[in-house]
């Protein structure tokens, strides 16, 4: 298992700035992955951190409104861009292992409110 | 990954056992059925997994038919804090989680 913070906890912000969310694991992890959970929905996966390369991006999100870093094994960063109340949701960091996507282990989310 | 199918909502007595159903009637042969379940205001946890068999662990049991097309993740004796929106997840191998609407449970004094 891991252990995952994520920095900040919430934030409000106003519309047009960014944001930067900081997640943190205890152990060395091969993959890690950032999700949106919108207002009472289920979780939908952004991308995947890839370490030393840029992201892998999901369908609908794209690296200019979302960029992440990935410097090393144990932290990877989301900045959420040019923000509009539509951005108003939970963001999430999990983390995996190449052989057991399947199971991750997830981060306690980042809950943002744009105003 | 097949599509996975769960009420929307359950509710069980404290202390009973509590019996989430999933249907995925399309499942293929090498796709895994994943339950995770998430507790208000905190991130999913991973429950437990499997691929044909029954399995058990500390925190649930995971019923798999013999066809494969359902599933039954058991609690085997709620409490309070079981509480959560429980998730059914097929998942092949090389792909990315998908999660659905999930079943959300109220355990009940």
């Known amino acids: 298992s891991a252990v995952i913070s994520q920095k900040p906890s919430r934030d409000i912000c106003q519309r047009g700035t960014s944001l930067t969310i900081q997640c943190q694991v205890d152990s060395q992890v091969t993959m890690m992955f950032w999700y949106r959970q919108q207002p009472g929905q289920s979780l939908t996966l952004i991308a995947t951190?890839?370490?030393?390369?840029?992201?892998?991006?999901e369908s609908g999100f794209v690296i200019d409104k979302f960029p992440i870093s990935r410097p090393n094994l144990t932290f990877s960063t989301l900045t959420v861009s040019n923000m509009s109340p539509e951005d108003s949701s939970i963001y999430l960091c999990?983390?995996?292992?190449?052989?057991?996507?399947?199971?991750?282990?997830f981060g306690p989310g980042t809950r943002l409110l744009v105003l | 990954d097949a599509k996975t199918t769960q009420p929307t909502s359950m509710d069980c007595a404290e202390g009973r056992a509590a019996n989430l159903p999933c249907n995925h009637s399309?499942?293929?042969?090498?796709?895994?059925v994943y339950w995770y379940r998430q507790i208000h205001s905190q991130g999913p946890q991973y429950i437990i997994h499997?691929?044909?068999n029954n399995e058990t662990n500390e925190m649930a049991s995971l019923i798999i038919t013999e066809d494969r097309k359902s599933s039954t993740l058991i609690l085997p004796h709620a409490t309070l804090r079981d509480t959560a929106v429980y998730y059914c997840i097929v998942y092949n191998a090389g792909n990315m989680l998908t999660f659905g609407g999930g079943t959300r449970l109220m355990v009940k004094p």
């Open positions: 999990s983390v995996g292992w190449t052989h057991s996507i399947g199971t991750q282990y």
């Open positions: 951190a890839n370490q030393g390369s840029e992201a892998t991006y």
């Open positions: 399309t499942i293929s042969g090498n796709e895994y």
């Open positions: 499997g691929l044909k």
